[in-house]
């Protein structure tokens, strides 16, 4: 089973919206936070996002109130909805837990034109 499959990811323009999902294995994603990351070319890869098992949710000062994570813990799955996209938020997102200690997936690309 891959430990974390990203998607939804996609060419936006700026001001606009994207949903990314994240779909973990169960060993990865019972009882731990999961947080959103991103990279972006020549930089290093940072937190976006995290959110406690129980609900708790840490967002970046860059994307906070814009950006909203969220989880389905009974599908394993983590999601970022990401509002008024900017094209410094272009990157590829990744998934994993927090603190990342899983695997890491292939990410979904995000690209915003400005």
């Known amino acids: 089973q891959v430990p974390l499959v990203e998607s939804g990811g996609g060419l936006v323009q700026a001001g606009g919206s994207l949903r990314l999902s994240c779909v973990a294995s169960?060993?990865?994603?019972?009882?731990?936070?999961m947080g959103w990351y991103r990279q972006a070319p020549g930089k290093e890869r940072d937190l976006v996002a995290r959110m406690s098992r129980s609900g708790i949710t840490n967002i970046v000062d860059s994307v906070k109130g814009r950006f909203a994570i969220s989880r389905d813990n009974a599908k394993n799955a983590v999601y970022l909805q990401m509002n008024n996209l900017k094209a410094e938020d272009t990157s590829v997102y990744y998934c994993?837990?927090?603190?990342?200690?899983?695997?890491w997936g292939q990410g979904t690309q995000v690209t915003v034109s400005s």
């Open positions: 994993n837990t927090y603190p990342p200690v899983a695997t």
């Open positions: 169960a060993s990865n994603f019972r009882g731990n936070a």
